[in-house]
């Protein structure tokens, strides 16, 4: 995916899940259920950006540590 395709989806993504946030702070009187909130969504965009950034998660972690455990089964350690 090129850059500008990328930066347009993570852009669109935001702006959707800040209107979506925006609105559910409609009303509030409570500087710190804002505050709370406002951490909580910049958090989980955070989460998302860096995902999207890196792409998949990839199970090659999991194979790799497998791999070593059934070395050192063998091994007899």
Do not use: C
């Amino acid at each position: 995916m090129e850059s500008a395709d990328k930066k347009e989806e993570v852009m669109a993504m935001f702006s959707k899940q800040y209107d979506a946030w925006a609105a559910s702070q409609e009303g509030q009187t409570s500087a710190y259920e804002y505050e709370r909130s406002f951490d909580e969504f910049m958090q989980q965009m955070g989460r998302e950006l860096l995902q999207q950034s890196v792409g998949q998660e990839s199970d090659k972690r999991k194979k790799k540590s497998t791999a070593i455990s059934m070395v050192y089964a063998s091994a007899g350690v």
